[in-house]
């Protein structure tokens, strides 16, 4: 068996489709088409009634995020196929979503992409006869290619090929056949295929032309199954596109229950991990001296995040306000251990109580991953609180030439002693006075998350006082933050948003009545005082101006 390409011509083959696919798509320039879409320009699809068109999000493409890439390979090749894609640059992040409309193709992740191809194609090469059968691999190979092309291209690139891209994969079936073989062939095709850019992107660029296009049935399918599960839609939702039953809200919402099984539980529990900004505690770093603990517990807390997420999801009725404030979470014996309680295994997560530390703001990965290597950081906590939760917006002291000096260290005072200088500085009391009393009430954790009733020998002082929010009040410490924040409409709402940038792939300021549209139509379905996560992640894609896109 011969590595694929041995000859230039290959080499070249393989070059011109993979280089013309990409050419054919600038990232970020959603005015070009992919094989056979294109934007809008004069006239329009017709849109719901009360859908303006400055609702819309603009005609686009995307690159699919890391992990969509790897559920996707998963879902093409099966789970006996190599794992590709967990060792990829990191996705590029808005608002600290991987889902994001700027994505690029580095030279890095185009050797890292050339790789992950050429491996899963080897792989099919083994199992030809199942994937690609050929009765006459000899006079037959090229009509059994034609037909392999057509049928596993349109698993790869989702939608059917167009005529010019069965033309340019045929010629490197070819160019590989021609003194080699028909395996050798089928392996250049998929290597082809996986490198193009109608399998990296996602299109949203509609058929017919005009100033609003509606989505076509694939990219309908594909946009609700990579949006609610993370991989390329099945068999039977493209069936439901396909007969027009995913055109109105009231399609897609029947539509729905069938997609929330496991694919769409860990997608949620990515969606989450992202808005808070918990994923991050895989990559945290503690100082060993001050934290000796820290790297025990670590992979822990990463998995405890997802645990409780689920758990939530499943158990707790989605509640936005159980996420914020439940007493409990889901540990093994060294984290119940350094939260205070007790689990009977170091490989097992259960349940347990943890009535002194409430919700997910609580636990050790938020704590660790808002915190600095040697200490707390109560400015980073309560910008994030303010961001992330609430939705207060903040200026960047570097825009307003404000130069940040921290803290003098200083080992007779605590860490709000400190970080007090900020209320005596005229230049900074106006946003710390909101972000450090965030911050300060969770002083009663450490820079990894485990409680301490003193700081510098002095004891530690978590009460604060909110003002400028709907939960403005007195509170003893982040448990009665917590608590309060989980009943807040303000919370909701922001976290109504955070779900549209992270499913829509951007936060851009010029979008914004994008944004509001969705919060619109999202407070229309709330029937209660608390917020869905399924629920909120549903009504965007049920939402009236999902299938449509403007011109941009």
Request: hydrophobic share 45%; charged share 20%; aromatic share 8%.
């Amino acid at each position: 068996m011969r590595d694929l390409p041995k000859t230039s011509a290959a080499l070249v083959a393989l070059a011109l489709v993979v280089v013309g696919c990409e050419a054919a798509i600038e990232p970020g320039s959603p005015g070009v088409s992919v094989s056979g879409g294109s934007t809008s320009v004069g006239g329009g699809a017709a849109l719901p009634t009360g859908t303006p068109a400055t609702a819309l999000l603009p005609a686009r493409i995307r690159r699919l995020t890391d992990a969509e890439y790897q559920a996707s390979a998963a879902a093409i090749f099966g789970p006996n196929a190599p794992a590709v894609g967990a060792d990829f640059v990191p996705d590029s992040r808005q608002s600290g979503f991987t889902v994001n409309e700027a994505q690029r193709v580095d030279p890095v992740l185009a050797g890292q992409l050339a790789d992950a191809a050429s491996r899963l194609a080897a792989d099919l090469r083994q199992h030809v006869t199942e994937r690609a059968p050929c009765p006459d691999p000899g006079a037959g190979a090229e009509a059994c290619a034609r037909s392999f092309i057509a049928s596993f291209g349109q698993q790869v690139y989702r939608r059917p090929l167009a005529d010019d891209e069965t033309a340019q994969l045929l010629t490197l079936f070819r160019v590989a056949f021609e003194g080699g073989s028909y395996e050798e062939g089928i392996e250049l095709v998929v290597r082809g295929m996986l490198q193009s850019a109608s399998f990296l992107y996602l299109t949203e660029l509609g058929e017919a032309p005009g100033a609003t296009v509606k989505l076509t049935p694939y990219e309908l399918a594909s946009a609700m199954s990579y949006l609610i599960q993370g991989r390329p839609p099945t068999a039977e939702l493209l069936g439901l596109a396909l007969s027009g039953k995913l055109d109105t809200p009231e399609d897609r919402a029947a539509a729905l229950p069938s997609l929330f099984g496991v694919d769409a539980r860990a997608r949620v529990v990515r969606v989450i991990r992202e808005w808070l900004g918990t994923d991050g505690i895989a990559e945290s770093a503690k100082d060993s001296n001050v934290y000796p603990d820290f790297e025990g517990v670590k992979a822990a807390m990463d998995r405890e995040t997802s645990e409780f997420l689920q758990v939530v999801v499943e158990s707790e009725g989605a509640s936005l306000a159980k996420l914020l404030s439940a007493d409990f979470t889901l540990a093994n014996a060294p984290l119940a251990k350094l939260y205070g309680a007790t689990a009977g295994s170091a490989d097992v997560f259960e349940r347990v109580a943890t009535p002194t530390r409430l919700g997910i703001l609580n636990q050790g990965a938020f704590l660790s991953v808002f915190a600095h290597a040697h200490e707390t950081a109560p400015v980073l906590r309560g910008v994030a609180i303010a961001r992330r939760v609430a939705c207060i917006p903040l200026v960047d002291p570097v825009s307003l030439s404000i130069a940040i000096v921290p803290p003098v260290p200083d080992l007779t005072k605590t860490t709000r002693e400190r970080f007090d200088i900020h209320s005596r500085d005229a230049s900074c009391a106006g946003c710390h006075k909101l972000i450090d009393n965030f911050g300060f009430a969770f002083e009663g954790f450490d820079g990894m998350g485990k409680a301490r009733q003193t700081d510098a020998g002095k004891p530690v002082n978590t009460s604060v006082v909110v003002s400028g929010t709907d939960f403005d009040g007195s509170y003893a410490d982040s448990n009665a933050l917590a608590s309060a924040m989980s009943k807040s409409a303000q919370v909701r709402e922001c976290f109504a948003r955070h779900v549209f940038r992270a499913l829509s792939g951007t936060s851009a300021p010029e979008l914004v009545a994008s944004e509001d549209d969705f919060v619109g139509y999202w407070k229309e379905g709330l029937t209660m005082d608390d917020a869905n996560i399924i629920d909120t992640l549903s009504a965007y894609v049920t939402s009236p101006a999902f299938a449509y896109r403007r011109s941009p």
